[in-house]
């Protein structure tokens, strides 16, 4: 009966009597066979099974006799070359004596499916997530970049994506630039060489850069395409280089020159004519605690450097008027607005597209009493007149005092000002005229030279 059982599908068929006893087994299975099951005959069932699965043979030969049959159940057997074998049985009642029929399926075959089904899983996961990091990457990148890059479908010659300093370039700022035909954003005598350029880049040919112009200003750009494919289809990866950037005379020197300012100690800043910032080392980021350039590219420098009103102006007339500044004290201010004594040296370069400026910034907290020479002149007023009370009114001292302090901070406002009077006076918040009265009360007048 077993045999036939065991030949009907099942890798292992037992009879067991009603003591649980193994009394006919039949083998369907050689490598079962291998593995030594022919010592499980005569033996209860409940001893060839590790122990956690004894209640499980337990329960199937009692539920056998009483409903008829069991469902599947997961049994780990024991061998001699195996300590634990995963079967699946099932048990039938034989209808007779209290024997039960065990019907047994090795399952490790579908137990390695399943592993090899979790591996594969696993690994679509880790490839997914490569996948989703890498496309995080370039949407970091594409967007940040300072090159101007658009993505130029061949087949219609029309733009598909670009990003912001695309748009900056092509005067797109509020409109994008999505769907426009290509062509369009260079001026007409440009055009039919962009065409040409898409033209060679679609035929797989090495497209040299071109000079075209822009049609929102009249800068010249270098523009360069190159063909790769995506999801079944080709694109077109278009840069726009600045023309007056894009050959330096000396490449090696300038990734030198942009080495030894990444590791300047002293912050050091580049901005536009409008004090926009375009690029900080790492000391700059470290002054104004922010933690990468792209969070203080496109903010003023203004945000950060000098103190409120006509001192932000004095730094900037002054390089504009002389080229450049030199040891200009002054603060900065972090982004949790903690200022910090500084000096700033600073100059001008010019850019096609107007100026530069690069500034300088250096700590100088640590010997801003040196930078005080009233200080000392101060503490020995002080002293003397606090040798006088007693023989003099109050009021009388109030009035020295008020006297000195005023003729301290005009000439702290004039040596601030390189001795400009109207500035000075913006300084002061004086009007011109009590700015002179005051000066020939404390007799400054003559030290001051006349204004142009």
């Known amino acids: 009966m077993a ?30 066979a291998r593995d030594g099951a022919d010592a499980w005959l005569d033996r209860p069932w409940a001893e060839t099974v590790t122990s956690d699965s004894r209640r499980k043979v337990d329960e199937m030969l009692r539920d056998a006799v009483t409903h008829g049959r069991t469902r599947w159940r997961e049994v780990n057997q024991v061998t001699p070359k195996r300590e634990s074998l995963l079967l699946r049985y099932v048990a039938v009642d034989a209808g007779r004596e209290g024997r039960v029929i065990a019907i047994g399926r090795d399952e490790r075959v579908t137990a390695e499916m399943q592993q090899r089904l979790l591996a ?3 690994s679509m996961e880790r490839d ?17 970049s300072s090159e101007a890059v658009i993505i130029v479908d061949p087949l219609t010659r029309r733009i598909v994506e670009a990003n912001p300093a695309a748009h900056g370039f092509a005067g797109a700022d509020k409109a994008p630039l999505a769907g426009e035909a290509f062509v369009k954003i260079f001026e007409p005598g440009s055009q039919d060489a962009a065409a040409a350029l898409l033209t060679l880049a679609q035929s797989g040919s090495q497209a040299n850069r071109a000079e075209m112009r822009l049609a929102s200003n009249d800068r010249e750009f270098l523009v360069s395409a190159s063909l790769f494919r995506q999801d079944r289809g080709s694109q077109c990866l278009v840069r726009l280089s600045p023309a007056e950037h894009s050959q330096p005379a000396s490449p090696d020197a300038g990734a030198r020159l942009q080495t030894l300012m990444e590791r300047m100690p002293d912050a050091f800043v580049v901005t536009d004519a409008s004090l926009i910032i375009l690029s900080a080392n790492p000391a700059f980021l470290e002054l104004v605690r922010v933690g990468s350039e792209s969070q203080v590219l496109g903010q003023t420098l203004n945000t950060f450097l000098g103190r409120a009103g006509l001192e932000r102006n004095l730094l900037l007339d002054n390089i504009r008027a002389h080229g450049y500044v030199r040891n200009f004290n002054t603060v900065i201010r972090d982004q949790y607005e903690e200022p910090e004594d500084v000096e700033v040296s600073g100059v001008s370069a010019p850019d096609a597209g107007g100026v530069s400026y690069g500034f300088s910034i250096r700590r100088v907290g640590w010997r801003s009493s040196e930078r005080s020479p009233a200080l000392p002149e101060l503490g020995r007023s002080v002293q ?7 023989r003099v009114k109050l009021k009388d001292l109030v009035r020295e005092t008020t006297d000195l302090v005023e003729r301290l901070c005009i000439e702290a406002a004039l040596e601030l000002t390189r001795d400009n009077r109207a500035s000075a006076a913006d300084v002061l918040g004086l009007s011109r005229q009590s700015l002179y009265s005051k000066l020939h009360r404390f007799g400054l007048v003559t030290s001051i030279p006349p204004e142009n």
Do not use: K, P
């Open 3 to 32: 045999q036939a059982v065991a030949a009907a599908g099942g890798d292992v068929a037992m009879v067991i009597d009603g003591d649980g006893v193994i009394r006919d087994m039949a083998l369907g299975n050689e490598q079962i």
């Open 120 to 122: 594969a899983q696993q």
């Open 128 to 144: 997914y997530s490569r996948l989703r990091d890498a496309e995080f990457r370039y949407r970091l990148l594409f967007q940040t």
């Open 384 to 390: 003397q007149l606090t040798e006088l009370v007693g």
